[in-house]
């Protein structure tokens, strides 16, 4: 029997060929050297994300979620719901609060749900959490560091927090200012953080990077400046948005601010998978456009 | 839909705060604002807005309705919580703004040319498809939605990035043709019919 199990949301850029494909490749192999049991939410949706507010609306966002809910509490009862994605753990959050706050919303969700021969219970049966959560407050460093046969020792990280891994909810009740959880990841693997990394928390524009292109490569620029200015070899985040929009407009912000940006970003489970001895493939280090060498090679001793 | 405007401006008259707090997700946090100025000093693209939350919740209180509901300001939200979480009285901004751009949006009063308008409606949509986003379907949705010119140049710009995600396996190409959904995604267009229903009734928008 595995020592954790868990209910599990894994949501669209998770998914094979999806943006994020290779964070998930490194969550699975993370977890099977921690032995963290993972059961997907049959048929699980999307989250929505913060994006679908305009058309979304309230309840229907809610009822995205709630679906999610409803099929984890039938599938894995009493099992957290645990989420590698930021949004995803926000949204279903949000919404397991909002309908715990609202004896209306709670009705109207539960009279939609029907239709589908589906029902929600919430009663916090199932708190909902992100996948650093289990790591910090389930396994502990402590824990994260059993599994290591290698040290990431002479790589300087930038832990690039961002914001929905860390607002509004927080990680093990850590300030939202200055969260130190991903420089103590960091440091438990052998590598070197940056723990004044000042824009640790800033926002990389999340989905306007799409549809407000300059206004959000403005604040990446900003992200990978410090970053460099600090020294730091590669960016580390646990954001599915934050990797994808620091890492893959790098030339577009070259080309406009006259900058030579060319810095990998990685996911804290590629570093762990690397520790805990796996390899580049098994850490989805192909998968990273801006090739992150250093990891490689020592993934590949 | 802006029948449904001319009949809010009726029904409300001049309290254009209750008809934010009857109708706006999280409305009823408005009048707590003390106007300290946090949020609009917290907010990534702060110098975007025409009118910071701090000056859009006076507006809420002063009657200033048009001003609000066509204003682009709430569209510049990144959804990053910092005002959320720095707010002394704790409001739910970033969701105050979200629904205030939602209303707007449904009354037919939001700004019809703003980007996060458009990309927000065409995410819910591709979404609300299939159940799961489809993200060659967004990105071309996206690129294309001025038309097939801009939308080649669009493309042609944003050429490199596609290529980094085709060649390290992190975008289908054949999406448009195989993406991946839920198993039954007819029933959750049943689902998601029946809550707006029951949202538009709430909120008196019936349709």
């Known amino acids: ?301 | 839909m802006s029948d449904v405007n001319t009949a809010m401006v009726q029904k409300y008259r001049n309290d254009f705060l209750k008809e934010v707090e009857e109708n706006v997700e999280e409305g009823h946090w408005v009048k707590m604002c003390m106007q300290c100025g946090v949020c609009s000093g917290s907010c990534p693209f702060g110098p975007d807005w025409d009118h910071p939350p701090q000056e859009i919740f006076m507006m809420i209180r002063a009657g200033k309705r048009d001003e609000v509901l066509t204003t682009e300001s709430m569209w510049m939200c990144t959804s990053c919580y910092n005002c959320i979480v720095r707010c002394p009285r704790e409001l739910p901004i970033t969701h105050i703004m979200h629904g205030l751009a939602n209303y707007a949006h449904r009354l037919g009063i939001a700004p019809k040319m703003n980007p996060t308008r458009r990309f927000s409606k065409i995410f819910w949509n591709n979404i609300a498809k299939t159940g799961r986003v489809n993200e060659l379907a967004l990105s071309l949705k996206l690129y294309f939605m001025d038309g097939f010119m801009s939308g080649i140049k669009n493309a042609l710009a944003m050429a490199g990035v596609g290529i980094g995600m085709l060649k390290t396996k992190r975008l289908n190409p054949f999406a448009l043709i195989n993406h991946k959904g839920v198993k039954n995604p007819k029933e959750l267009h049943v689902l998601l019919k029946k809550a707006r229903e029951i949202e538009d009734r709430r909120k008196g928008i019936a349709r």
């Open chain 1, 1 to 301: 029997m595995a020592k954790k199990e868990y209910s599990f949301y894994p949501g669209c850029s998770s998914e094979r060929k999806a943006s994020a494909s290779n964070y998930m490749v490194s969550v699975d192999a993370m977890c099977k050297k921690l032995d963290i049991k993972l059961n997907e939410i049959p048929d699980w949706n999307c989250c929505s994300a913060s994006i679908g507010y305009a058309e979304g609306g309230e309840l229907p966002r809610h009822v995205m979620n709630a679906r999610n809910i409803a099929l984890s509490e039938q599938h894995s009862p009493g099992q957290d719901i645990v989420a590698t994605c930021a949004a995803c753990w926000l949204g279903a959050k949000e919404t397991a609060d909002r309908l715990d706050a609202s004896e209306q919303l709670l009705a109207d969700t539960k009279e939609v749900l029907k239709e589908a021969g589906l029902d929600i219970h919430l009663k916090n049966e199932t708190p909902i959490r992100h996948m650093v959560e289990v790591l910090i407050e389930d396994i502990g460093y402590e824990g994260i560091k059993e599994p290591m046969v290698k040290s990431l020792e002479g790589i300087k990280f930038a832990g690039y927090v961002g914001c929905q891994t860390n607002r509004p909810f927080g990680v093990d009740g850590e300030s939202f200012e200055n969260p130190v959880y991903l420089d103590k990841m960091v440091e438990t693997v052998g590598g070197e953080a940056i723990t004044d990394y000042e824009k640790k928390v800033t926002c990389c524009g999340g989905a306007l990077a799409f549809s407000e292109p300059k206004k959000s490569q403005k604040q990446i620029k900003d992200i990978i400046e410090a970053a460099y200015d600090q020294g730091a070899d590669m960016i580390v985040t646990p954001c599915p948005v934050c990797q994808m929009n620091v890492e893959v407009y790098q030339d577009q912000i070259n080309k406009h601010y006259g900058t030579k940006f060319h810095i990998p970003v990685t996911y804290y489970s590629q570093l762990l998978t690397v520790a805990y001895g796996g390899s580049a493939k098994e850490a989805g280090l192909d998968g990273n456009i801006v090739r992150a060498k250093q990891l490689e090679e020592i993934a590949a001793k």
